[in-house]
């Protein structure tokens, strides 16, 4: 039996604005129960690339498959295994919980659309919100709102975008449980982006560090920072961020 492609192969991809490469030739995969951290400072190519992943963006050049379907010349069978949650892209305020998972699934395409609701809402503890618009919620609960609309069509690869930012950390820690319980479930794989790298030694299995749109690093976040002679991950995110052209010439382990 040949074994099943990953959930996200990315070969050579490039964007490239003018003379600039936002994002120039990142090469990686995502594997089924995998949740792999997209790191790196401000402007290092990280939106470009999940944009890219989305469909939003055209590659300037390389290829992104989706479970081995290649998203450029197969589009809507790549993006119906795809789904995602960003803070940026909060859910219509003036719709109810239970609106918004509808007209969402609705455009998936969900097939038994009103039972996926009631198993979501209840998954994620949004019962008793059902009925309230989404704009009134504390920033947990449109976080838990989202994240119900993102496993609507029950993804094989799940884009998160700072899943936790502006959360306490009670709240965060029960978002990333669920995050977690999501990828244990086994048919899928987690890209996760964070600017908080304790979360992310928590939570990834596997972490990509992007500087001026390069992979610069990439390995278990448990570990890479020792073998780069950093006591944390903060520590090695910090010396990469500022010193990228350095790393870039040392040779990998
Ligand atoms: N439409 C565009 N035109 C020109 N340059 C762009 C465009 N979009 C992004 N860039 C540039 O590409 C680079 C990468 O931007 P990107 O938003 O992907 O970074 P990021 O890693 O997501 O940063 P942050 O952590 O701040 O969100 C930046 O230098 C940005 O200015």
Not at 6 to 35: C, H, M, N, T
Not at 54 to 63: A, C, D, F, K, W
Not at 85 to 106: E, I, K
């Amino acid at each position: 039996m040949t074994p099943s492609p990953p959930v996200l192969s990315v070969q050579a991809l490039r964007k490239v604005y003018g003379e600039r490469a936002a994002v120039d030739g990142i090469s990686f995969d995502v594997g089924r129960r995998e949740i792999v951290g997209l790191l790196g400072p401000n402007g290092a190519g990280k939106s470009t690339t999940i944009n890219m992943l989305l469909g939003v963006l055209e590659p300037s050049s390389g290829t992104i498959h989706i479970e081995g379907v290649d998203l450029a010349s197969h589009r809507v069978q790549a993006l119906e295994r795809t789904n995602f949650a960003a803070v940026y892209a909060p859910l219509p305020g003036n719709l109810t919980v239970a609106q918004n998972l509808r007209v969402f699934g609705l455009i998936y395409g969900v097939k038994g659309l009103s039972a996926r609701i009631q198993t979501l809402l209840e998954e994620y503890d949004l019962q008793r919100f059902r009925d309230t618009k989404c704009g009134v919620l504390s920033s947990g609960e449109q976080t838990r709102v989202s994240l119900a609309k993102a496993m609507l069509n029950q993804p094989r690869l799940l884009l998160l975008d700072e899943p936790t930012a502006s959360l306490d950390p009670a709240t965060a820690v029960d978002i990333r449980t669920r995050i977690q319980a999501f990828a244990a479930r086994g048919d899928s794989g987690v890209l996760w982006t964070s600017h908080n790298m304790y979360e992310v030694e928590a939570v990834c299995d596997r972490v990509l560090f992007l500087a001026r749109g390069r992979v610069l690093l990439q390995g278990d976040p448990k570990t890479l920072p020792r073998e780069h002679g950093h006591a944390t991950l903060e520590e090695l995110f910090i010396a990469v961020a500022n010193e990228p052209l350095a790393l870039e010439r040392q040779p990998l382990p």
